[in-house]
């Protein structure tokens, strides 16, 4: 079947600039022709697809993001979401354009991913952290959460011959942004069945780090627990300071298995891993993807210095979209992610989870632009062909709109690069969920 996609305005994945009255041609599942007309005369394909002006650009290929199998959620092994959110949160990338995703969770299985492509258009990938000490960690450390069954002990190995094309997402133990968000607020829920913000446990944990007695125990009286657990708060912050001492040998490990199989990482990149990330970087060059560099780091001229270090040893700089422009729980301002993009730092985009409200990357990519720190063509190389060229397993033949591509297609609505309007798979013009977000 040919289709022809007319009247756009092409922005090719490759960096190249916009190019105004341009036809796509689709032969099946390929790109055939990029026609420089505006609707090609007796052409016979059909369906015709009137892009009235809007952009037509490759499907991007997000390479980190978390939530998309009924395997273990993140890399702490926490009990898979629902069906239901699994669908929501496929639904949310593919109206924001995305057609291949790697779940970077680390424990699911390549046949978790090959469950959640089967019942949605979206490309569904995995990497892996199947290491022995990353097992052990999630599963008989201080915290085991409960997720990762008999099922998900696979070896790296056996991942990467099953098609995970990457190790990863490795480090985010090793920094307290767990601890904050995650293990103190748990802990206390459950053993008191009170529940403390991010902000509560993280000025819980900084007193516990100064060894401060008496202001954790007026900080626990405080929040309705009271003074007498004082010991046990002591306890709990010592299990917490194991735990990220087993993420950091898990994280090592993790960098062993890339070099032993010569394979891509993703490490989690915050001020709290950037020494292991430009370690690892100075050992592994360009295979390591230093992700999400715009996160838990709220000084642009301290991200720019990073990001150049990490560049000047080899590693790629991945930001991820984040959520500055809706719920800024994250990222309060997009002050470090535009500075990034305007010094020239960034290799990647994608758009990690931010709690499961992350911002389109396409509109990150749009309001750069507006603000002059990026051009529309190179934006949306970072989230097309580039991430498809530093994980090559992950989308081959596709985020670039060329002859003999894949036909992974994104048409936006006229002189809006985040208004999808429609999106092909293969070939094939998918339907497109309700933005009920």
Known sequence: MRTLITNGTLIDGLGNPPRENVTVAIEDHLISEVIHRRAPYYDRGAPVIDARGGFVLPGLVNHHVHGLTRGPLMIVGEPPLPDARVKANLDRLLTQGVTTALNVDGFATVEEAVASSRFHPVTVKVSTLHTPTHLRWATEGPFPFGGVRERHRWTVEKMLERGAPAIGEAGPGVDAHWPDYTLIPEALAGRYGVRVTVEQARELRFAAEKADRGRVGALLEEHGIGRGETDAFFELH?????WRRLARESLEEAVAAAKGFSEPLILHHTPGTFEVVAQAAEELGERVIAGHSNFQIWDPDEASRR??????????VDIMSGDAFSTCEFHPTPDVTFRLLSDGLVDLISTDYAGGFWDPMLLVVEKAHEAGAITLEEGVRLATSAPADAVPRLAPDRGRIVPGAVADVVVTQPGRLSGVRA?????RRVELPERDW
């Open 423 to 427: 999106v092909f798979v293969s070939g």
């Open 238 to 242: 010592e299990a917490t300071l194991e």
């Open 307 to 316: 990001a150049k270090e990490l560049r000047r040893r080899g590693a790629l």
